[in-house]
């Protein structure tokens, strides 16, 4: 029963965000109307996928400071969690486009920004997966790691801002901060934040758990071999 | 590789020769960079996996790995400014020439070369690592320069409306910047890519 308590409390405040999310007061907005009530999911879930992957890449730091193989664990599942949530933004966003830009991909500098860093995430993937020998895996892969964290910052902060997005706070447009986020949706946005990123560490640490439960079975069969021999 | 960009550059000639007045400034420079990414990532894929394993540790026994992708950065940067200067002149030349300022296209043609090199050279570096490193290349690259051609091909588009130098500055320094992170990131990641 060790530090369960935070695995209680991401339950109750995904519990919250649902519930209040569905039918707590909103600000009446033109055009966006009711949709707003998808900032605590669109938006929300893009904010916990950032962070996750800086904390990905502060693990992959550690892995090539430190050189153990556990950080190259947390630093890839974080970075897969990351990955799911990425898609599940883009999903929503793509909804909420729906409905208030009238076109599911409007051709939008964030949007494309968004699909390159999956993209990049899922090479990450894919070179971690053409490795055999481990050490040698998690030491490349936590370069391209940090690396890919560089690129995909700018990609979706940076560079949108610097051209005509639909999105908030980029070509003019003023940021969320400023005009339409009243206390009624901070009072859920902030929560949904720090649930979805305790979701996020809950997901990876589970596949943590798997991770290393393989490994050491895979050693004591190993060992075990060389007993019989 | 010079033969690469002169055939590539010919084979768009060729298909697009049926109808060349239909070839827009936007096609045209959409073309050109599109070649010239291809160019780079073949030229400079190479870079390493080309290299035997004796002498890479020859390399590894003379000097620090921060010199070797230092150099690595600067040959590779030199092979593409001359790949895609060169390329650049054979491409005005058979496919016609619609840039308003050659001086800003020249400048985004050099800073496209010396960013692509060093974001391929660490790239290359961490492809050659594994054992189908060609395709890896690609799946590597491909989303991480993707920024930095958008930023060049917007430069570029620039200049071949012959705009004023002030509406291209933001580009420009966008451009050196991602240069400069990329270039410090990989001065600090590679020994740790070296080592293995």
């Not at chain 2, 990532?41 to 230092?70: D, T």
């Not at chain 2, 050279?121 to 395709?135: E, R």
């Amino acid at each position: 029963m060790r530090k369960i308590w935070w695995k209680i409390l991401c339950i109750a405040i995904i519990f919250y965000v649902i519930v209040m999310g569905l039918i707590g007061p909103v600000p009446r907005l033109a055009i966006i109307n009711e949709s707003i009530r998808n900032t605590y999911f669109h938006v929300a879930l893009w904010l916990a996928m950032t962070t996750l992957l800086f904390l990905s890449m502060v693990f992959s730091i550690r892995y090539l400071n430190k050189g153990k193989i556990n950080d190259d664990d947390i630093a890839s599942e974080l970075a897969k969690s990351a990955i799911f949530f990425g898609i599940l933004g883009c999903l929503t966003g793509s909804i909420w486009a729906n409905y208030t830009w009238g076109d599911p991909w409007p051709n939008d500098p964030k949007l494309n920004g968004a699909a390159v860093g999956i993209l990049i995430y899922l090479a990450y993937l894919l070179l971690r997966s053409s490795f055999e020998d481990e050490q040698r895996k998690a030491r490349i892969s936590s370069v391209y790691n940090i690396f890919a964290f560089a690129v995909f910052i700018p990609i979706i902060y940076i560079l949108p801002r610097l051209t005509d997005s639909l999105h908030p706070g980029s070509g003019g447009n003023s940021t969320f901060g400023s005009y339409d986020f009243n206390n009624d949706i901070r009072k859920v946005f902030y929560p949904a934040v720090i649930g979805y990123i305790l979701l996020g560490l809950w997901l990876a640490e589970l596949r943590i758990r798997m991770k290393h439960i393989n490994r050491v079975q895979e050693e004591s069969l190993t060992t075990g071999d060389k007993v019989a021999h | 590789m010079l033969l690469y960009v002169v055939s590539t550059v010919f084979v768009a000639y060729l298909s697009f020769s049926l109808r060349r007045n239909q070839l827009t400034p936007i096609v045209w420079n959409t073309l050109f960079w599109i070649i010239i990414l291809f160019t780079a990532v073949n030229a400079i894929a190479k870079s390493f996996s080309q290299e035997r394993h004796g002498r890479l540790m020859y390399y590894y026994s003379l000097c620090s790995p921060q010199a070797i992708i230092i150099s690595k950065i600067i040959y590779n940067s030199l092979i593409m400014l001359a790949l895609s200067g060169i390329g650049f002149a054979i491409y005005s030349l058979v496919m016609g020439n619609p840039v308003g300022d050659i001086g800003l296209y020249l400048i985004s043609i050099v800073l496209a070369a010396i960013g692509f090199a060093s974001v391929l050279t660490l790239v290359a570096g961490i492809a050659s690592k594994a054992d189908n490193s060609a395709t890896l290349m690609a799946v590597l690259s491909f989303p991480i320069i993707l920024p930095m051609l958008l930023m060049t091909i917007r430069l570029a588009k620039n200049a071949l409306d012959g705009l004023d130098w002030s509406v291209s500055t933001d580009e420009i320094t966008t451009l050196l910047s991602i240069d400069l992170i990329v270039i410090t990131l990989s001065y600090l990641l590679f020994p740790y890519l070296w080592r293995s």
